[in-house]
C-alpha cells in the first residue's frame, strides 16, 4: 500500500497537550494582570456614611455678615431653605457680596434634589464653594423661623 498521506499520530498528540497547556498558562496570566490592576478599596471606606458638618453657633456674632465671616474665621457660611438663601442671621445673601477670597460653605438639607444642588451652586459661582448637609440644630432653627 503506497499512502501519499501519512501521519505520525504520537506526535500529534503531543503537539495538541502542548497547544492546551499553552493556552490555560495564558488564561492563568491574563486573569493574573486583571486581579493586579483591580483597583482595592478597603471595605470601611465603602460604608461610610455622609455625615453633616458642624457649622458655627449664631451666639459667636449677631452682627453684620462679614463680622459673621471674620468670628469663624473668615469662613462664609450660605444656607438653603425653602428655595432662599440664608446666611447666618437668616437674613437672605446678597451672592455678588461674597468674598472670593474666603470659602463658602453652602449647607444644604438632606433630601434636596441634586438639581438644586447644581442650580444653586451655579447661581453662586464661588471659586471655594464648599457643600456640606445641614445639621439638626440648624435645621430646627431654619424650620422655626417665620
Given amino acids: 500500500m503506497n499512502s501519499t498521506y501519512s501521519q505520525d499520530t ?8 502542548a497547544l492546551g ?7 492563568i496570566l491574563i486573569v493574573a494582570l486583571l486581579s493586579t490592576s483591580a483597583s482595592h478599596q ?9 455625615k453633616p458638618m458642624t457649622l458655627p453657633d ?5 452682627g453684620s455678615a462679614t463680622s459673621n465671616a471674620k468670628a469663624t474665621g473668615d469662613a462664609q457660611f450660605i444656607f438653603y431653605h425653602d428655595g432662599k438663601l440664608l446666611d447666618q442671621t437668616l437674613r437672605e445673601v446678597v451672592v455678588e457680596t461674597l468674598d472670593p ?8 438639607p438632606p433630601d434636596l434634589a441634586l438639581a438644586n444642588i447644581i442650580k444653586t451652586q451655579q447661581q453662586i459661582n464661588h471659586p471655594k464653594l464648599f457643600i456640606t448637609l445641614i445639621d439638626h440644630a440648624w435645621q430646627i432653627r431654619l424650620e422655626q423661623q417665620p
Fill in 58 to 62: 449664631t451666639s459667636l456674632s449677631l
Fill in 10 to 17: 504520537s506526535s500529534q498528540a503531543m503537539t495538541e497537550v
Fill in 42 to 50: 478597603p471595605p470601611e471606606i465603602q460604608s461610610q456614611e455622609i
Fill in 21 to 27: 497547556l499553552s493556552m490555560a498558562f495564558f488564561a
Fill in 101 to 108: 477670597a474666603s470659602p463658602v460653605y453652602l449647607a444644604v
